[in-house]
C-alpha cells in the first residue's frame, strides 16, 4: 500500500490540480468574455462551468439514455470490427499469400482519411442503425488486424524453437504462445481504435438519425444561444464516452495482460 | 497511460514502415524472379506470389467486379447509391479544377493545423521532461483531449474562429497535439542513461541535457508521430469542414451526398486519399534527409 499512497502524490495529486486549474481559468475566462471582453455569443464561445454542470445535472437522464445509445452503437461496431480484425491477422500470419494480399491495402486504407467515407457510407445504407456499426467496424479494423499482426509475429524465437522441439500442434502454438504474445499489440490496436469508433458512432448521429448524443448537440446547436448550456453538456457526454471507451480498453488490458512492464510498480522505468 | 500511447503511435508507424520495406524487398524478388521465369515454368507461380502482383490483381480484379456491378447485384445496391469506377472517374475529370482548388485548401488546413499542433506537443513534451512532478499532468490531458472525439470539438471551434481557415486548423491542431507531446517525450525521456552521466560529469546543465541530448534524442520518435499525424491531420481538416464550411472537400462531399451526386462524393475521397498520401509521402522524405543528417552527424564524431 505504500507503493500506492506514492503513487497517488505523484500522479494524482498533480493531475487534481491542473484540472482544478484548468476549470479556474475557463470560468475565469468565461467571465472576462462575457463582461469585460463583451464578445457577442460569449456565453455560446466559453460557457460558466457551473451552468454547464447544473445542466448536466437536470439533464442527466435524457444525456445518460442518449449517450448509451451511441456507446451502446459503437459498442457493437467495435466488437464486430475488432473481431474481423482479429481472424484477418491470424489469417496473414498464417498464410504469406493472404499477408501479401491484405497487408499492402491495409496500410492504403491507412491512409484514407475514413471518417470521410462516413457520408458515403450512411449514404448507401441510409439506415443509421446499419451504417453506424459499419463505420465503427470499418475504423476498428485496421489498428487491430495491423497491431494483431505485429503481435504475433513478434514471438520470442527460442520459445518457437522449443515448441517446435516439444513436436507442438500449430494450433498449440498459437493458444500458448502467439496469443498470449500477441496481447499487448492487440489492445495497443483496440485502445486507438476505441475512442475513433465513438467518434464514429456520433459522426453518423450528426448526419441524421433519431437518437445518440449527436442527434441533440446539433439539434442543440442550431437552437441558437438559448441552448448553449445543453449543447456544451452534449460536448462534455461526448467527450466523456471517447474517454470512457479508451479507459475502458485500458482496464481490460490490466485484467487481461497484466504482466507489461507499464503495469509493474516503477511504471517500468527504473 | 502515457507509455501505452506511445507504443500504438509507434507502433502503427512502424507497422506502415514495415509494409514499405518488405514490399520494397519483395519488388526486388519478383525482378529477380522475372528474369528466370522463362526458364522455368514453375518459377512463374512464384512470381506470381511476389508481393506485388497479387494485391495487384486482387486490386485490379475490384475494380473490374465493381464495374461490372457485381457488389450491386450481391449486396442490392442501386447504381446511384454506389457509382461505378468509371463514373466516378467521369466525375473527377469534369470537376477537376473545382476539386484541385478544394483539394489545395483542405491541404493547406491540415498542414497548417498540424504545423501548429505538432509545435504545441513538442512544447508540452519539453515541459513534462524539464518538470516531470507537475508537467506530467498536462500530458495527461492533453492525452485525454485526444480521446474527445473531433465532431464535439468542430462545433466549438466553430463558434471560436469563425468559418475560414481558422477552425479547421484549430481543429486539425487539437486532434495532432496529442501524438507528437506523446511521443516527444517519450523520446526525451528514453535517453541513454550512460549519455546522461556522462553530461552530469561535464557538470551540464538542465538547457546544456536538453540542447545535446533530449532534442536529438527525440528527433525519430518525432517523425513518427509527424507521420501519424499527416494522416489524422487530413481527416480533422475534412471533418471539420462537414459543419461549417463553403470550401473544401469534406464540404464538397458532405453536400454532394446531400444533392444525390454519388460520383462527385466519391471523387472527393479519391483526392483526399492522394492528397493523404502525397502528405505522408513528403513527411516520409523529410524523415530520410533528417536521419541521414543525424547518422553522419554521429559518424563523424
Known amino acids: 500500500m505504500k507503493g500506492n499512497s506514492a503513487f497517488m502524490r505523484s500522479r494524482v495529486l498533480p493531475l487534481s490540480v491542473w484540472l482544478l486549474g484548468l476549470l479556474i481559468v475557463w470560468e475565469a475566462g468565461s467571465w472576462m468574455l462575457l463582461h469585460v471582453a463583451q464578445t457577442p455569443l460569449a456565453q455560446s464561445k466559453l460557457p460558466y462551468v457551473h451552468e454547464v454542470a447544473a445542466t448536466l445535472w437536470k439533464y442527466s437522464g435524457t444525456l445518460v439514455k442518449e449517450g448509451g445509445a451511441t456507446f451502446g452503437n459503437a459498442g457493437v461496431g467495435f466488437l464486430i470490427g475488432a473481431s474481423a480484425g482479429v481472424v484477418l491477422a491470424v489469417l496473414m500470419s498464417l498464410s504469406k499469400t493472404i499477408e501479401q494480399l491484405a497487408f499492402p491495402y491495409a496500410i492504403a486504407s491507412q491512409m484514407i482519411p475514413i471518417l470521410g467515407l462516413a457520408p458515403i457510407i450512411y449514404g448507401i445504407v441510409r439506415d443509421e442503425q446499419v451504417s453506424r456499426i459499419i463505420i465503427s467496424g470499418y475504423i476498428t479494423f485496421f489498428p487491430v488486424a495491423l497491431n494483431m499482426l505485429r503481435g504475433l509475429r513478434s514471438v520470442d524465437l527460442p520459445a518457437l524453437e522449443l515448441m517446435h522441439s516439444y513436436a507442438a500442434k500449430p494450433w498449440a502454438v498459437y493458444w500458448k504462445l502467439r496469443f498470449p504474445a500477441a496481447l499487448p499489440a492487440l489492445f495497443s490496436g483496440l485502445k486507438v481504435a476505441a475512442p475513433l469508433a465513438v467518434t464514429g458512432a456520433i459522426l453518423v448521429e450528426l448526419m441524421g438519425a433519431q437518437h445518440g448524443i449527436g442527434v441533440i448537440m446539433l439539434r442543440n446547436l442550431y437552437y441558437g444561444p438559448s441552448h448553449t448550456y445543453m449543447f456544451w453538456s452534449t460536448v462534455i457526454v461526448g467527450a466523456l464516452l471517447g474517454v470512457a471507451s479508451y479507459g475502458l480498453m485500458s482496464l481490460a488490458e490490466r485484467l487481461i495482460a497484466p504482466w507489461q512492464p507499464e503495469f509493474r510498480p516503477k511504471g517500468g522505468r527504473r | ?301
Open chain 2, 1 to 301: 497511460m502515457e507509455g501505452n500511447t506511445v507504443r500504438e503511435a509507434t507502433l502503427i508507424a512502424s507497422a506502415g514502415n514495415e509494409g514499405a520495406t518488405s514490399s520494397r524487398i519483395t519488388t526486388k524478388d519478383s525482378v529477380f524472379a522475372g528474369r528466370s521465369k522463362r526458364k522455368l515454368g514453375r518459377r512463374s507461380v512464384k512470381w506470381l506470389n511476389a508481393g506485388v502482383i497479387l494485391p495487384l490483381l486482387a486490386g485490379v480484379l475490384f475494380l473490374v467486379l465493381w464495374e461490372a456491378q457485381i457488389f450491386h447485384k450481391l449486396f442490392d445496391l442501386k447504381k446511384y447509391q454506389l457509382p461505378l469506377p468509371s463514373a466516378i472517374a467521369e466525375a473527377i475529370r469534369d470537376n477537376f479544377s473545382l476539386l484541385l482548388s478544394y483539394t489545395g485548401y483542405t491541404l493547406t488546413e491540415a498542414v497548417v493545423g498540424m504545423l501548429i499542433g505538432s509545435a504545441f506537443g513538442f512544447l508540452i513534451a519539453l515541459v513534462a521532461t524539464a518538470w516531470p512532478r507537475w508537467g506530467g499532468g498536462s500530458l495527461t490531458l492533453v492525452a485525454a483531449l485526444n480521446a474527445v472525439p473531433i465532431v464535439a470539438l468542430a462545433p466549438i471551434m466553430n463558434l471560436w474562429f469563425g468559418d475560414g481557415i481558422g477552425s479547421r486548423a484549430a481543429i486539425v491542431t487539437a486532434t495532432t497535439m496529442a501524438a507528437m507531446a506523446i511521443n516527444a517525450y517519450k523520446g526525451m525521456v528514453s535517453v541513454d542513461p550512460l549519455a546522461l552521466d556522462l553530461m552530469h560529469s561535464y557538470a551540464a546543465g538542465k538547457p546544456a541535457v536538453f540542447r545535446y541530448l533530449r532534442i536529438q534524442n527525440s528527433l525519430p520518435y518525432v517523425f513518427t508521430a509527424l507521420k501519424i499525424n499527416a494522416t489524422a491531420s487530413m481527416i480533422g481538416a475534412i471533418v471539420g469542414e462537414f459543419f461549417f464550411s463553403s470550401r473544401g472537400l469534406g464540404y464538397l462531399l458532405s453536400n454532394s451526398i446531400k444533392v444525390a451526386k454519388m460520383p462527385l462524393g466519391w471523387s472527393c475521397i479519391v483526392l483526399a486519399a492522394i492528397a493523404g498520401v502525397i502528405f505522408y509521402l513528403v513527411v516520409e522524405r523529410l524523415e530520410k534527409v533528417f536521419i541521414k543528417w543525424h547518422s553522419s552527424q554521429r559518424a563523424s564524431s
